[in-house]
Structure formats: C-alpha cells, structure tokens
C-alpha cells in the first residue's frame, strides 16, 4: 500500500451524477495511493451520501460539501471544493470519470517535487466502453508539458497540483474552465513532467455537455470570452508569450470548432471527441 507521504484532495463536482458517482469514488478506493480524500461538491441539491451507501461505499475519506445553489456551474462548484479541501494536493476529477489504478502513486511524487503533474488521458465511450482515442498516442508523449505544448492539445487534462499553486476556477468561464486552469497552472509552474501512461479515464455520455445540441454554440461563447479576457486582464497569465500563444491557440479551436459544428451538424459526429476521432484533431 502507499500513501505515507502527503495526501491529495480529489474535487469532484457533482451535477445530476447519482448514475455516475459510485464509479468515480470507486476509482478512488481502487488506488495503491492510499493518502487521499474526496470532496464531492454537490451542485444540483442533492445528497449523494445515500447513492453511495446504497453501493457499500462508506468511508471517512470522502467529504461532502455544496455550492449551495442549484446548476452554479463546475467551476462554481470546484472552487466550493477547494474551499472544503484539507490536503497538501489538489486533483480534480469529473463526476463521471475515473481514475484508472495506479493513478496517485505515478502523479504524486512528481507534483510534489516539480508543483504540478499530468498524464495521458484515454477517452472511452460510455455506453460500451469503445475506447475513441487517446491524447497522445503511443511513443508520442513528451517527459515535459509547458503552456505552449498544452494550448496544442485538444483533450480535457486534469493535473495533480500543490495546493499552494492552485489558482482556482474562473466561475465567468463555464465551458472550456479547465483550459484557463491549466493554462494557469502552468503559468506558475514552468514546464512540469507528463506520464506517459493514460490513468485518466474521460468518459464520453450521451447527456454530457459535450453530446448537446448546442456544445458547439457554448464552446463558441467561451472562446470569445476566454479572448475579451485574454485581451482585457490576461486571465492573470503572467507569462506575456503563454498569453499570446493561448489566444493564438483559441482563435484555432473557435476554427476547428466551426468545423466540427458543421460535421456535427450534417450527422457525421455525435460529440467532438468523435469528431477529433475522425482524425480532425
């Protein structure tokens, strides 16, 4: 078993996800890395205590807490975790992915030394677990990820990150947050290492933000906001050339995503990771 050394907190917004949250939490309970605790955020007025009583799931690392409101949004949400959040970590996971075992005890070391890891990420379809690509490929990975290598990407990252480095989530971006936040990360941080392995496990559901009809309206919403703000405080990226390449990188996904609302539009895609799966990437 590990887990002697420092504990990371887990921050997992929870929206309507009773059908989702037993296979996140177990995700967790799965790990060798024993030093962990859930924040499990409550955004839709629930509890979702029982839902996991209900599956056997009752431990003292997990904790509740809520926005307090109903539909405030994941950043909302994350930002009432880290509120909550006690360890020296902090890793966000979506409510209805998962960690795959062994994730802590590869990201933690080297968070802890270097202020922030990542890892590859496998995106599977839910309903049949068909997997639909990774983000990187095998032999493709680098040991380092910087801003700039990050802004090329076009998969949802989710890094293990000191707490103290932590910048919180931007509540007025409410559907590409977790870029701004890597992004910001990475700001701070420098270049940090990147496991090779895929631990992470981005499932895609129908039902999921990123299978409505309109994803592609929201995701273009976001990225002129993400620009106005870019151009108007900089999104607190301190870092003038990671500014720049990050509003050059957005102006090609607001491109990449005409195209995919194009492709989504004539029937050839469901969502946009199928889209990328296309080769569209």
Same mark, same amino acid.
């Given at each position: 078993?590990?887990?002697?050394?420092?504990?990371?907190?887990?921050?997992?917004?929870?929206?309507?996800?009773?059908?989702?949250?037993?296979?996140?939490?177990?995700?967790?309970?799965?790990?060798?890395?024993?030093?962990?605790?859930?924040?499990?955020?409550?955004?839709?007025?629930?509890?979702?205590?029982?839902?996991?009583?209900?599956?056997?799931?009752?431990?003292?690392?997990?904790?509740?807490?809520?926005?307090?409101?109903?539909?405030?949004?994941?950043?909302?949400?994350?930002?009432?975790?880290?509120?909550?959040?006690?360890?020296? +970590? /902090? #890793?966000?996971?979506?409510?209805?992915? &998962?960690? %795959?075992? $062994?994730?802590?005890?590869?990201?933690?070391?080297?968070?802890?030394?270097?202020?922030?890891?990542?890892?590859?990420?496998?995106?599977?379809?839910?309903?049949?677990?068909?997997?639909?690509?990774?983000?990187?490929?095998?032999?493709?990975?680098?040991?380092?990820?910087?801003?700039?290598?990050?802004?090329?990407?076009?998969?949802?990252?989710?890094?293990?990150?000191?707490?103290?480095?932590?910048?919180?989530?931007?509540?007025?971006?409410?559907?590409?947050?977790?870029?701004?936040?890597?992004?910001?990360?990475?700001?701070?941080?420098?270049?940090?290492? +990147? /496991? #090779?392995?895929?631990?992470?496990?981005? &499932?895609? %559901?129908? $039902?999921?933000?990123?299978?409505?009809?309109?994803?592609?309206?929201?995701?273009?919403?976001?990225?002129?906001?993400?620009?106005?703000?870019?151009?108007?405080?900089?999104?607190?990226?301190?870092?003038?050339?990671?500014?720049?390449?990050?509003?050059?990188?957005?102006?090609?996904?607001?491109?990449?995503?005409?195209?995919?609302?194009?492709?989504?539009?004539?029937?050839?895609?469901?969502?946009?990771?199928?889209?990328?799966?296309?080769?569209?990437?």
């Amino acid at each position: 078993m590990r887990g002697n050394g420092a504990g990371v907190s887990v921050i997992i917004a929870a929206h309507r996800a009773h059908g989702t949250i037993v296979r996140a939490v177990q995700s967790l309970l799965d790990q060798d890395w024993t030093a962990w605790e859930a924040v499990i955020v409550s955004d839709d007025g629930t509890d979702y205590r029982p839902t996991l009583q209900a599956a056997g799931i009752d431990d003292p690392r997990l904790v509740f807490a809520s926005t307090g409101r109903i539909g405030a949004g994941a950043p909302a949400a994350r930002n009432a975790g880290l509120d909550a959040a006690r360890l020296a +970590l /902090v #890793a966000p996971l979506d409510a209805d992915d &998962r960690f %795959r075992p $062994g994730r802590l005890s590869a990201l933690i070391p080297l968070a802890l030394a270097r202020g922030a890891a990542f890892d590859n990420v496998a995106v599977v379809r839910d309903e049949d677990d068909s997997p639909l690509l990774r983000l990187f490929e095998e032999g493709q990975a680098p040991a380092l990820l910087d801003g700039e290598g990050f802004v090329a990407t076009s998969v949802p990252m989710f890094p293990v990150v000191r707490r103290e480095l932590v910048p919180g989530w931007d509540e007025d971006v409410n559907f590409c947050d977790d870029v701004v936040f890597n992004v910001r990360v990475l700001d701070a941080t420098g270049p940090v290492p +990147l /496991v #090779a392995t895929p631990f992470y496990e981005y &499932r895609q %559901r129908a $039902g999921s933000i990123t299978f409505s009809a309109d994803s592609g309206e929201r995701a273009e919403r976001c990225y002129r906001h993400v620009l106005e703000r870019l151009a108007g405080d900089g999104l607190g990226i301190r870092d003038d050339g990671l500014r720049h390449r990050f509003a050059q990188a957005i102006a090609g996904k607001r491109a990449r995503n005409a195209a995919y609302e194009a492709a989504f539009k004539a029937g050839r895609c469901a969502n946009f990771q199928e889209f990328l799966a296309l080769g569209n990437g």
